[in-house]
Every structure is written in structure tokens, then in C-alpha cells.
């Protein structure tokens, strides 16, 4: 089974306005961590946002927001603002951390999002 | 601040040559983590290793090994290379203190 979907394979913003990404996750473990990464077309993988299953509020960096609904399990990127150097591919994931520190990382299939001048 | 430093950044190989990747970890990070990243797709977890023990094992072929050396850098080693291989291989570094996992810049494998 998916453990992390991304339902929209690509979205369109003007430029300006707010975007949101959605994410859904499938995990027993009730101590996991979701992140939010963008990959520009030249290749790098860039940290966004990181939510805890624990944390009790959303996280926020910047113009990123991250809505987390955990009983919905659910965990979408909100871009506020949308600049033309936002269009990328994006990626959820989430680390399942089994009582561990060091959990490996698992990747929905990503996001492609344009932004239009 | 300093990232994830991978080497080298591209490389081209044959067929049945082998190729090895480094990676440097931020300071003070004690995890590392190898991932493949295959035209179109999102990555795939390879290997990790937590204070220079191998943590975790995904999806590696058996034709890779990986390893961490004291001063946790790690090296991943690809023989007998396939043209399946070619992807953007990506090293990751983590703290057990902390929650996020910072990624290098990747390298660009490709086998002809």
C-alpha cells in the first residue's frame, strides 16, 4: 500500500496568490515526522517544512505553511505568495520512526507545481 | 551553513564498470542516508547508517555496497553497472537531535 500520496500529479498558480499541495499518509506509528521538500529542474532536493505527529501546531516557515489534519492524516503545503522561482516539483514524505532517531524517509510521487506571470 | 557534500557531481560510465559516490555530512550529524532517483520518479531509499553502523536497507542491488568511516563520511560503491543504474543518486544527513534531513545536491550517474 501508498504510504505517502500526492494526488495531483500538477498544479498551475498565478503568480501572487496562494497555492495548496495536498498529501495523505498511511502509517501505525504513532510517532512519525511529515516533510515537505522542492526539487527544481536542476535536481536538488531542498528541505521545506518538517510537522511532527506530536506537534501540536502547524508548522510555518515563511511563506510555507503546512495544514496538518492528523485524523485525517492528511498533511498539505500551503504557498502563500506564489513567486515564479516556486515552480518546481514537490515531494512529501515521512520518516516513520519506530522509537528510533534515525528513520529512513518514504516519498509520494510528487507534485508538479507552474507558476504563471 | 554547511550542507551535504556530495562528489562527484556527474560522472559517465560503461556498462560493467564500477563507480563510487561520496558523501560529507553536515558537522555533527551522526545519520546518513543514500538514495536513487530514477528519470520521472520520486527517490528510492538505498541504505542508511546511524554512528557508522548500517541502520537500515531498502532497495540496494546487491551489486551495491555502502559504507561510513570514522569521520562519518560515507562512500557508496556501484559495480558491475547496468544501464537501469543511471539516475540522480542523493545523500542525506541527519542529527538524532534534531528532526530535519538535509540532502546533498545529488549525483548525476550515467551508464552508456
Known amino acids: 500500500a501508498q504510504k505517502i500520496t500526492q494526488t495531483q500529479p500538477g498544479m498551475f498558480v498565478q503568480e501572487k496568490e496562494a497555492v495548496t499541495l495536498d498529501c495523505t499518509y498511511d502509517t501505525s506509528d504513532p510517532s512519525y515526522g511529515l516533510f515537505w521538500y522542492k526539487q527544481p529542474s536542476s535536481g536538488e532536493m531542498i528541505f521545506l517544512i518538517y510537522q511532527g505527529s506530536y506537534d501540536q501546531q502547524n508548522a510555518t516557515e515563511g511563506r510555507y505553511s503546512l495544514n496538518f489534519q492528523k485524523a485525517r492524516k492528511s498533511a498539505n503545503l500551503v504557498i502563500s505568495a506564489s513567486q515564479l522561482g516556486d515552480s518546481a516539483m514537490y515531494f512529501c514524505?515521512?520518516?516513520?520512526?519506530?522509537?528510533?532517531?534515525?528513520?529512513?524517509?518514504?516519498f509520494g510521487q510528487g507534485t508538479i507545481l507552474t507558476v504563471h506571470p | 551553513a554547511a550542507g551535504v557534500i556530495q562528489s562527484p557531481r556527474h560522472l559517465i560510465k560503461e556498462k560493467r564498470e564500477t563507480a563510487t559516490l561520496k558523501c560529507y555530512p553536515i558537522?555533527?550529524?551522526?545519520?546518513v542516508y543514500w538514495y536513487q532517483q530514477g528519470p520521472g520518479q520520486d527517490p528510492q531509499f538505498l541504505i542508511s547508517f546511524y554512528e557508522k553502523m548500517q541502520s537500515d536497507k531498502g532497495s540496494i542491488p546487491d551489486r551495491f555496497s555502502a559504507q561510513q568511516f570514522s569521520d562519518y563520511h560515507s562512500e557508496l560503491n556501484m559495480s558491475s553497472l547496468e544501464l537501469g543504474d543511471s539516475a540522480l543518486y542523493f545523500c542525506a544527513s541527519s542529527s538524532h537531535r534534531g528532526n530535519t534531513i538535509y540532502f546533498g545536491e545529488g549525483s548525476w550517474l550515467t551508464v552508456v
Open positions: 558537522p555533527r550529524h551522526d545519520t
Open positions: 514524505a515521512m520518516r516513520e520512526n519506530g522509537g528510533t532517531s534515525y528513520g529512513k524517509l518514504t
